[in-house]
């Protein structure tokens, strides 16, 4: 009887032994980590990485939330998985993203992809006119590109799919295109011919169309994903200084798994709760891990700053440097920041240049208290296969400018409207108030501020992608 007593006992310790240890026991596992458990200058180095890092996902969470969640927001578009038109271009009342392009009215598809992918159908469009839909995922890489560009203007079907899907091209559907993040973002751009031209943008947009895959295919719909309990964003003036930015980046992450060369970067997030499955909480940070926190996302602006001087106002990167896939940017995270913060959304260098004019002739930046000149000598328009135009935008905000004849920019399809100089090319005169009613055809408004101007050239020619062509300087008069 002892003896089986013993054992007994002893099975019974065993079994205890195996459950501190088993699997499904979770009571042992160490916490998730959190700020506080790292030592405040790590901290501060790696809240820096993250901040640079996730601030395109933070900034494209804003703006989609306004567009796609917030009925009370003056820029809500509309639902999910819905295409949502405007056959106008933007003004000044428009103030969600950064440096508009005015040029070109857009539509908007929200993509929510996690049940099942998506069905884009895109009519013939005439062979004269430009249009674009630019494919943006939660990180703003520019994935893939539908329009006369890549696939011409004969029209046609594609196919939208989220991470998680796989499966064989169906019938009639010209191109797969693949999302690393669930949810996405799909910018239509069709080409405003002039102000008579408006009726005809609205027939084209009407006939951009989406539906889910199994509609498409005339099967059942696959069981639909919860819903999302999305977070109320941060204002573009809490995202530089607050850290309830790192909760917002935690959030947005769910929807963006890890990628396969990322896995040690967001490992280091995690090591101070940033993450999907984070534990920042920037109301329970001690005194001194704030300080670290905050300290690591102005050491992240004074990096993009140094940036900005050393290189962007000298004009050695640019746009075309900022923008396209993630194998084209190659990891580099500030560069994405970049294109974040200067015009979110910028597309791929070869389907648009954005060459910006912040600083005269002499290297001073660019303020309505002075006059300037853009001249475009006789056979040196932009080079372009599609059209130009140049947009003003005052600064600090990069929006554009109320003025008294609502003119926000000038592109290529004013040039009738313009007077040519003697030699055949065309001065923009660039200034706060009016340069006489003899020039003023030729006016680009300024503010009194700083501003600036973007060079728009949509489907450049080799001479613009190669640098052979130079865009002019804004000369003080």
Not at 205 to 229: F, M, N, R, T, W
Not at 436 to 441: A, L, N, Q, T, V
Request: glycine residues 8%; charged residues 20%.
């Amino acid at each position: 009887m002892m003896r089986r007593i013993a054992a007994v006992i002893t099975a019974l310790v065993l079994l205890a032994g195996c459950s501190t240890g088993g699997p499904e026991d979770t009571t042992s596992a160490p916490p998730p980590p959190t700020a506080d458990a790292v030592a405040s200058d790590q901290a501060r180095a790696i809240a820096k990485e993250a901040y640079i890092y996730g601030f395109p996902l933070v900034d494209n969470y804003r703006v989609m939330y306004s567009y796609f969640v917030n009925k009370d927001d003056q820029d809500y578009k509309g639902g999910w998985n819905e295409i949502h038109s405007a056959a106008r271009v933007f003004t000044p009342e428009d103030r969600t993203v950064q440096t508009p392009n005015s040029d070109t009215p857009y539509s908007a598809l929200g993509a929510d992809l996690r049940t099942e992918p998506l069905v884009l159908t895109v009519p013939p469009v005439e062979q004269n006119r430009y249009y674009s839909l630019q494919f943006v995922d939660l990180y703003t890489y520019n994935v893939a590109y539908v329009g006369s560009r890549t696939t011409g203007n004969g029209g046609g079907k594609y196919l939208l799919a989220g991470p998680n899907w796989s499966g064989p091209k169906p019938a009639g559907i010209k191109e797969v295109i693949k999302s690393d993040t669930e949810l996405a973002l799909v910018l239509y751009r069709t080409q405003l011919l002039g102000p008579s031209d408006i009726d005809q943008v609205k027939k084209i947009q009407a006939g951009y169309q989406v539906e889910p895959l199994s509609v498409y295919l005339k099967q059942p719909a696959p069981a639909p994903a919860p819903p999302i309990d999305f977070v109320p964003p941060l204002t573009p003036e809490q995202e530089r200084t607050s850290p309830q930015f790192f909760e917002i980046l935690s959030f947005a992450l769910r929807f963006a798994a890890v990628r396969p060369d990322e896995k040690e970067i967001r490992d280091r997030f995690a090591s101070i709760g940033i993450g999907p499955d984070g534990t920042f909480e920037a109301d329970k940070l001690s005194p001194e891990m704030r300080a670290a926190i905050e300290g690591g996302m102005a050491d992240a602006w004074a990096e993009l700053d140094q940036l900005r001087k050393d290189k962007i106002d000298t004009g050695e990167v640019g746009s075309a440097q900022f923008f396209g896939t993630a194998a084209d940017l190659k990891g580099n995270y500030l560069y994405r920041m970049a294109g974040a913060v200067f015009g979110i959304y910028g597309n791929t260098a070869a389907e648009a240049l954005y060459p910006g004019l912040s600083n005269d002739s002499t290297g001073a930046p660019l303020t309505g208290a002075n006059n300037y000149i853009v001249k475009f000598p006789s056979g040196q328009l932009p080079p372009v296969n599609a059209f130009w135009s140049l947009t003003m935008y005052e600064m600090p905000a990069s929006l554009l400018v109320a003025n008294p004849i609502s003119r926000y920019l000038i592109n290529s399809a004013m040039l009738s409207s313009l007077v040519p100089d003697p030699d055949g090319g065309y001065t923009i005169y660039v200034q706060n108030a009016s340069p006489g009613i003899e020039k003023e055809s030729n006016w680009l408004p300024a503010p009194k501020g700083p501003f600036q101007m973007v060079l728009r050239l949509y489907w450049p020619k080799p001479d613009a992608l190669n640098g052979t062509w130079k865009p002019p300087q804004a000369v003080k008069a």
